[in-house]
């Protein structure tokens, strides 16, 4: 009888211990994103304008050395404005923009690494934005911080 009891006993510890890692795992996961999409939308959303931001805030916490990817669709004969923004810790954010056939349309290092492009999609279809955050060269401690991916598109009725 008690080693029934004491066997409940762990079991409903271990229990509340998980219950607690889930709590304070989110705790400290959330406001990581919620200070990046903080950062999209004060510091980077001015950035598009006078493009129309097309109301996405796709912001991600990033670190030397990582890349990501994201598929957005555009229309033909639609113009765009393509802002990619680390925070200042960070170095030059890499970006390329990829047809769906994963041809480069646009590489940033062949612009002085710019953060803003302006175009007009020629087709509709899917595109990939690639990012990545280069190492430093060197090595020493590794910075991350928030990166930014957001839209505009260009208002016709003015």
Same mark, same amino acid.
């Given at each position: 009888?008690? @080693?029934?009891?004491?066997?409940?006993?762990?079991?409903? %510890?271990?229990?509340?211990?998980?219950?607690?890692?889930?709590?304070?795992?989110?705790?400290?996961?959330?406001?990581?994103?919620?200070?990046?999409?903080?950062?999209? /939308? *004060?510091?980077?959303? $001015?950035?598009? !304008? $006078?493009?129309?931001?097309?109301?996405? @805030?796709?912001?991600?916490? %990033?670190?030397?050395?990582?890349?990501?990817?994201?598929?957005?669709?555009?229309?033909?004969?639609?113009?765009?404005?393509?802002?990619?923004?680390?925070? !200042?810790?960070? $170095?030059?954010? #890499?970006? /390329?923009?990829? !047809? !769906?056939? /994963?041809?480069?349309?646009?590489?940033?290092?062949?612009?002085?690494?710019?953060?803003?492009? *302006?175009?007009?999609?020629?087709?509709?279809?899917?595109?990939?934005? #690639?990012?990545?955050? $280069?190492?430093?060269?060197?090595?020493?401690?590794?910075?991350?911080?928030?990166?930014?991916?957001?839209?505009?598109?260009?208002?016709?009725?003015?």
């Amino acid at each position: 009888m008690i @080693y029934e009891n004491a066997g409940l006993l762990r079991k409903s %510890m271990l229990l509340r211990l998980l219950g607690l890692t889930l709590v304070l795992s989110i705790a400290f996961i959330e406001p990581s994103q919620a200070q990046c999409i903080s950062f999209a /939308r *004060n510091v980077v959303k $001015p950035l598009l !304008d $006078p493009y129309i931001h097309d109301g996405n @805030y796709n912001a991600t916490y %990033m670190e030397e050395g990582e890349s990501a990817e994201l598929y957005k669709t555009f229309f033909k004969g639609e113009s765009y404005r393509l802002v990619v923004k680390g925070v !200042d810790d960070l $170095p030059q954010v #890499h970006i /390329r923009l990829l !047809d !769906d056939q /994963r041809n480069i349309i646009f590489d940033n290092a062949n612009h002085n690494f710019v953060n803003v492009w *302006n175009f007009a999609a020629e087709n509709t279809g899917t595109m990939i934005v #690639h990012i990545s955050i $280069p190492e430093k060269e060197g090595g020493g401690k590794i910075v991350g911080g928030c990166v930014a991916i957001l839209f505009g598109v260009e208002n016709k009725r003015r």
